[in-house]
């Protein structure tokens, strides 16, 4: 198979575990006989301090024209005097707005091996966590209308809350989908005893539902959710809701799991086409130190196989190699606890690497 990438590294540990990604994904398709052909471009800060724009069109073309794009992390401290339309994370925006990427799927696993990492009480973490959140991507207050202006000569800002009936549709079949292929079980999280928006939304996906009876649907509100993850993470299965409740579950849920470095993301198109990327940051504060977690941008390579290409063997070997990799004790410094094997960015991509490429360790 000939696959063109589009690579973005973007600021921070970017770079870093983004080059640990692209050495297991050149691994893997030599393993199973691909060609790959990765093109690099620029958005976010790096961007910003090349060209003064966050998302040069020439990098939005590029990524229009490849079969998927491979992106590390944006933002940082040195950008942070910049306007809110100048600033490194618009280019995230740019970048789901222009390619069309509505649904984001993030899952959240706790790997066994990582049961200590967790922060939850004991026999809470025993009963396992596998949840996918399935986020709605380019509408709600992220995209609807904002501003700022002096009212009764004080500041004030607002942003808009917008979803319509076609948005909410079409993330509602991408959730019930992905819940077919799982435990059969949506949670829909809305704010619909308060937000008008959030009526429409459960009206629409009442009305997804009727075309899914093997699918149970239950619903909770964004306050009761988040409790519910840290109460009992067990009951969930797959979670579908706006984007700003996504941003704030997902991160949450990744936090139970032992690691923000830990959980990866696919955000998808109506095709297979798909932007991948880990859900963290983009930490300059361990920038360039050898020490980020690599595993959530190598799993999202994971999920690039899997969703954009059909290629389950693929993506079952990167998933594979990082839990041999854990079971074996090695760990950065993120999830590291006492008698395991500590080790940097580097070392863990290479291992995880030897792992997916069928070599011996």
């Given at each position: 198979?000939?696959?063109?990438?589009?690579?973005?590294?973007?600021?921070?540990?970017?770079?870093?575990?983004?080059?640990?990604?692209?050495?297991?994904?050149?691994?893997?398709?030599?393993?199973?006989?691909?060609?790959?052909?990765?093109?690099?471009?620029?958005?976010?800060?790096?961007?910003?301090?090349l060209?003064?724009?966050?998302?040069?069109?020439?990098?939005?073309?590029?990524?229009?024209?490849?079969?998927?794009?491979?992106?590390?992390?944006?933002?940082?401290?040195?950008?942070?005097?910049?306007?809110g339309?100048?600033?490194?994370?618009r280019?995230?925006?740019?970048?789901?707005?222009?390619?069309?990427?509505?649904?984001?799927?993030?899952?959240?696993?706790?790997?066994?091996?990582?049961?200590?990492?967790?922060?939850?009480?004991?026999?809470?973490?025993?009963?396992?966590?596998?949840?996918?959140?399935?986020?709605?991507?380019?509408?709600?207050?992220?995209?609807?209308?904002?501003?700022?202006?002096?009212?009764?000569?004080?500041?004030?800002?607002?942003?808009?809350?917008?979803?319509?009936?076609?948005?909410?549709?079409?993330?509602?079949?991408?959730?019930?989908?992905?819940?077919?292929?799982?435990?059969k079980?949506?949670?829909?999280?809305?704010?619909?005893?308060?937000?008008?928006?959030?009526?429409?939304?459960?009206?629409?996906?009442?009305?997804?539902?009727?075309?899914?009876?093997?699918?149970?649907?239950?619903?909770?509100?964004?306050?009761?959710?988040?409790?519910?993850?840290?109460?009992?993470?067990?009951?969930?299965?797959?979670?579908?809701?706006?984007?700003?409740?996504?941003?704030?579950l997902?991160d949450?849920?990744?936090?139970?799991?032992?690691?923000?470095?830990?959980?990866?993301?696919?955000?998808?198109?109506?095709s297979?086409?798909?932007?991948?990327?880990?859900?963290?940051?983009?930490?300059?504060d361990?920038?360039?130190?050898?020490?980020?977690?690599?595993?959530?941008?190598?799993?999202?390579?994971?999920?690039?196989?899997r969703?954009?290409?059909?290629?389950?063997?693929?993506?079952?070997?990167?998933?594979?190699?990082?839990?041999?990799?854990?079971?074996?004790?090695?760990?950065?410094?993120?999830?590291?606890?006492d008698?395991?094997?500590?080790?940097?960015?580097?070392?863990?991509?290479?291992?995880?690497?030897?792992?997916?490429?069928?070599?011996?360790?």
């Amino acid at each position: 198979m000939n696959i063109n990438l589009a690579v973005i590294p973007g600021d921070g540990i970017g770079p870093e575990v983004t080059g640990e990604a692209l050495n297991i994904i050149k691994a893997v398709a030599g393993r199973f006989s691909h060609n790959i052909t990765f093109t690099e471009v620029m958005a976010g800060g790096a961007a910003i301090d090349l060209y003064g724009e966050p998302l040069p069109q020439e990098t939005l073309d590029i990524c229009k024209k490849s079969d998927s794009v491979v992106l590390g992390a944006v933002g940082g401290w040195q950008w942070d005097n910049l306007l809110g339309d100048k600033r490194p994370e618009r280019a995230l925006l740019g970048l789901r707005s222009g390619l069309g990427l509505y649904a984001n799927l993030r899952p959240a696993v706790l790997h066994p091996a990582l049961a200590a990492a967790c922060p939850l009480r004991e026999d809470i973490a025993r009963k396992g966590i596998d949840i996918m959140v399935v986020r709605e991507l380019t509408g709600g207050m992220y995209f609807g209308g904002r501003g700022r202006e002096r009212i009764d000569m004080v500041e004030a800002a607002w942003d808009t809350e917008l979803y319509s009936e076609e948005e909410v549709r079409r993330i509602a079949i991408r959730a019930f989908d992905t819940a077919m292929l799982r435990g059969k079980r949506v949670t829909n999280v809305d704010k619909a005893n308060v937000l008008e928006s959030s009526r429409l939304w459960r009206e629409v996906v009442l009305s997804v539902a009727k075309d899914y009876p093997r699918v149970s649907l239950n619903h909770m509100y964004i306050d009761n959710a988040s409790m519910q993850l840290v109460r009992d993470p067990s009951q969930f299965d797959v979670i579908v809701t706006t984007n700003m409740f996504g941003d704030i579950l997902s991160d949450e849920a990744s936090q139970i799991t032992g690691s923000i470095g830990m959980l990866p993301s696919a955000s998808l198109g109506a095709s297979g086409f798909g932007m991948y990327e880990p859900i963290h940051g983009s930490a300059p504060d361990i920038a360039g130190r050898d020490l980020a977690n690599p595993i959530a941008a190598i799993l999202s390579a994971a999920m690039m196989f899997r969703y954009s290409f059909g290629l389950t063997e693929e993506a079952d070997a990167i998933e594979t190699a990082v839990t041999k990799t854990l079971e074996a004790g090695y760990r950065t410094a993120d999830i590291y606890s006492d008698g395991m094997k500590r080790v940097g960015t580097k070392e863990m991509g290479a291992l995880i690497q030897k792992e997916a490429a069928g070599v011996e360790q």
